[in-house]
Structure formats: C-alpha cells, structure tokens
C-alpha cells in the first residue's frame, strides 16, 4: 500500500470509527498509526535512523520526516541518528550540542509484512488505550454497586458484564451455593480495582459487609440522606448477619427505619442475599450496652469488660446459654465481628463457681504469703485486694478502713509483704542466672527478676536475644487459621504486659544495642502524629 496513493482523509475516517467502537480518544489511535507508519518506514530507510511520521489533523496526509541530533564527538555513537557539530555545519548555521535537524523524506511503499505489523502497532496502542479508560472509569467506583450480566463461568469463578469492560466474581465471593448461567443478571459490590499486566482487573464481591451495608443505602434514604449511620456490619454469608445502626434525628428511629414498613426495606435486602437472616441493632458508644444489643435474641444478665485485654466477658442465665451461643457459634462469633471483642459467655452458675474459686486462691495465697489467719485474709479479698504488690504498696490509709486494723497492724502487713516480694525476686534472679541469664537482660529497665526468669526458660538469656523478638512473642496475640482466631501465648503475658509495652521495651532495646537511632524513632513518631492530626482534620 503507498500512502500517496491512498485517500490521505481515510486515516482520519479509520481513526473515528476506532475511537468511537473502542469509546477512546481518536488523537491516540492517530498517534498510534504515526508509530505503526515510522515503524514501517524505519523497515524502509534503516532501523538505526530517528523515522517520524506526523498525520495532520485535519487534511490526514501524512508527513514523513528524518530527525539528527547534535552530540559531542566523544558521544557520536549512531551515525544515522546523530552528528558532530562540525558535521552538522553542511546543514545547519552555528549549529550547538542539543540541536536538532529535521528533514523530509519520501513517504514509503508499505508491503503486506509492513502493513501486518502497522496493524499489529495500532492494536496494541488500541488495547492499551482502551485499559487506561477502563481503569480510570472503575477505579474510583470501588466501594459501590454495580450490575452486570454473567458472561461465562470459569473454574467456579464467574466472568460479568459490567458495560465497559469485564469483571471477576470468584468463588469464596459468591454466596453459599450460588450458580449462574450465560445472561443472569447480578448485583455486585466492586471490592478492588488493579492495574496488572494484562489490563485492569475489576474484582467483585458479594460476601462483603460492606455489600450489605451498600444495599441498606439503596434501600433505606435516610441512610442515603447521612441521617441514619451504619456503624459496622458482621456476616455468616448466606446464613446470618448483624448490622448496627445510629440514628443522628432523635425523632427517628434507626432500626424501625431500617425494617421498613411490614418489614419491606429490610426485605429486599434479604431477597437480595438468598434468605439471609439479618439482625438489625442500634448502636451505642458504651461497649458493654452494645454488646447485650449485639447478642440479642439472647437475655443477658451481666459484662465485665477489660479494656486493655480488648475481652468482655457475658453472663447469661442458664436457658439463654444455648441462645446466645447460637447454631455452631454463629451468633456469638458475629456480636465478636460486630464489637471487635472477644467474648467469654457463661453460665450466672458458671461464673458464680469460677468467682468462689478466684476468692479462695486469693486467700490462700494471703494465708501463706503473709502467715494469716483464713478469716483476715478473706477481709483483704473482700475488700478487693488480689495480689501482694497492692497490699505492699497501696497507701496506708486504703488497710485501716478494714475492721480490726490499726496503723501497726497495717505497717506489719506491709512489711510481710514487701519481704515476701523481696524473696520471690532473689528467687527468680537467682533462677535465671542459672538458666544463663546475662547481666545485659537483667539489668535492663523494664524487666523484672520474674520476667527475666520466664524470658530465659525460653532461651532468652542476652539483650540481644530480646531485641530480635517479635511484641506478639512477648505480649502473645491471636491468629486466624482457616477462619478460626487461634491464641498465642506470649512470654511476657501471664505479667500482663500489652503489645504495646512490649514494642516500646523492644525498641528500648534496640536503641541501647545501637540497632535503631533514636532520631529516626522520634521522626516516625512525629510523622504518624502528622498522620493522626490530619485525618481528625479531615474528619
């Protein structure tokens, strides 16, 4: 094919009806032929030269030009691309390093192989066009919904529709058993968005929360208007779900609300899930109350929750155990989902036995610890005394409000105590220098002669040593193995030290050791307090 001899305004009519099929801007598949055409030329005049090839927009001839740089003699490395300035005076006045010469040269015949690899050129510009407008479209829907209709299924990942481009629905995002067939049409929550190798790629869901949250938007407009708030949302997929709601208009209530008139609203979105059970439940910033709304059907008589632990513990009257338990965990697992709690449930008889059981542990250690009768060291517990460090060193005052203690009977009390500490520290010290404890370990500040002691049964025994550890290793947490939180145990735990206790004395330590410099430490730190004040500005 020789472009002279072709209509020169058929580029421009080929590049419309591209850009209009593809839904893409013409100028790129323009730019694409310009390439595909110097390409073809370069076969022509030589692979080495700088070929360029400008199609005017408005007329469609194209113009094919040869383009030489200004270099350096010690830099000349490409004679057909580039020349010396003295080289470079037969063409140009006062020519300078960085200038460029440009000159026309006659369009080329485009043979069949030529032609075959302009195509190939234009294709590849086209598809990559086409996924840039792809993922610009979809990038910023992530977190909504969106309808499509079902293309194929492939290895029980199902292939959507979704208009401008294809989608992923896989497997574990389908719910329960769900099937589709070619052409079904099905709501999805766009879960992610990428941008890989082989083009965008649109991830779907539909055992999200936040699906579930997105469908009470559509269907409820006081959600939609920000007057009703959907707080957080737990899901057994297919089964059951809790989903908590905060209403900011006293006059309107967010559950009724959301349930709809003879429960319409609520409906639709369980149609919309196969049957899933939903459990709609007002929210409230008191833990404790949230927690007996979030455990509902079941009746709860008491909680106690600890904060630093992040554990709540729930007491029920012996019928509702079952209730509140729920089908294999289920409603108990997804009120933990829906607090971020870990929740103990018992029994009142339960937690009636295991109370008699810490009071008389409690005692009996005041008995032995202190040499006490088991009448005074059931007044300490009662009075809510659980260890010997607070009878050591409360204030004196908090043991003369007990009956039958006077101020000698307090400092005698004390000084048991204090003595007892003494010698349970000398104990461990002496334990764990026997075990290998180095004095680097038992110096350090932080640590006491009992955590040294558990420290090196664990083979913990230098500065060194506790420097590599992990904040779980000490402080323990929790793992989730095939959808079960398994607990870890930590070294440090049965101290009560906390995650973060145990991060602040491992980054102690390594600073000592010279690991980390305490400049980049204070840097993180302003930095993420940068962070924090930013997002409570934008909030």
């Avoid at 390594?510 to 400049?519: K, M, N, Q, S």
């Amino acid at each position: 094919m020789a472009i002279t001899s072709a209509n020169q305004l058929e580029l421009l009519q080929t590049a419309e009806a591209v850009a209009r099929e593809k839904m893409i801007d013409p100028a790129l598949v323009v730019e694409a032929m310009e390439e595909s055409l110097a390409r073809a030329a370069k076969s022509r005049y030589g692979a080495e030269m700088d070929i360029r090839v400008s199609i005017d927009r408005k007329t469609g001839k194209a113009t094919f030009t040869r383009v030489r740089t200004v270099v350096e003699d010690e830099e000349l490395e490409n004679y057909q691309a580039e020349f010396t300035v003295e080289q470079a005076k037969q063409y140009m006045e006062n020519p300078a390093v960085g200038d460029v010469f440009v000159e026309e040269v006659p369009p080329v015949e485009m043979g069949r192989i030529a032609a075959q690899s302009a195509k190939q050129v234009i294709l590849q510009k086209v598809r990559e066009a086409e996924r840039d407008r792809q993922f610009e479209e979809f990038k910023d829907r992530a977190g909504t919904i969106i309808n499509g209709v079902v293309k194929r299924e492939e290895y029980g990942n199902v292939i959507v529709d979704v208009g401008a481009g294809e989608a992923i629905l896989r497997r574990n995002e389908k719910i329960g058993r769900e099937s589709y067939r070619p052409n079904d049409r099905v709501r999805c929550y766009i879960k992610d968005v990428r941008r890989e190798v082989r083009g965008p790629q649109i991830f779907l869901s539909r055992t999200a929360p936040e699906f579930m949250a997105e469908l009470f938007k559509m269907e409820v407009p006081e959600i939609y208007d920000g007057i009703i708030e959907v707080k957080a949302v737990a899901r057994d997929p297919g089964s059951r779900a809790k989903i908590a709601v905060i209403s900011y208009d006293g006059s309107i209530d967010p559950v009724g609300a959301c349930v709809g008139m003879r429960g319409s609203r609520v409906q639709a979105v369980v149609n919309e899930l196969q049957g899933e059970k939903i459990d709609i439940i007002p929210w409230n910033e008191d833990q404790p109350t949230f927690l007996v709304n979030a455990l509902q059907p079941a009746e709860v008589s008491k909680v106690v929750l600890d904060e630093e632990a992040g554990k709540i513990e729930v007491v029920v009257p012996e019928e509702q155990l079952s209730l509140a338990i729920g089908r294999r965990g289920q409603n108990v697992r997804l009120a933990s989902q829906l607090t971020g709690l870990d929740i103990d449930i018992m029994t009142e008889e339960e937690e009636s036995a295991r109370r008699q059981k810490e009071f008389e542990a409690r005692t009996k250690l005041f008995m032995d610890s202190l040499d006490l009768d088991e009448f005074f060291a059931q007044l300490l517990v009662s009075e809510g005394f659980t260890n010997l460090e607070e009878v050591a060193y409360v204030e004196l005052d908090e043991l003369l409000v007990i009956d039958g203690v006077d101020e000698g009977t307090a400092n005698e009390l004390q000084a048991r105590a204090r003595d007892h500490l003494e010698a349970q520290a000398k104990a461990a010290l002496d334990a764990a220098r026997a075990l290998g404890a180095e004095d680097s370990l038992i110096e350090f500040e932080g640590l006491t002669p009992q955590m040294v002691e558990a420290l090196a049964k664990d083979d913990v025994k230098t500065l060194e040593d506790f420097a590599t550890c992990a904040d779980w290793e000490l402080a323990g947490g929790w793992t989730t193995v095939d959808g079960q939180r398994v607990k870890d145990d930590g070294i440090l735990e049965p101290f009560d030290v906390s995650v973060e206790e145990a991060q602040n004395l491992v980054m102690t330590a390594r600073v000592i050791l010279g690991w980390v410099d305490p400049a980049d430490l204070e840097a993180a730190a302003e930095e993420a307090e940068g962070e924090i004040s930013d997002e409570e500005a934008g909030a």
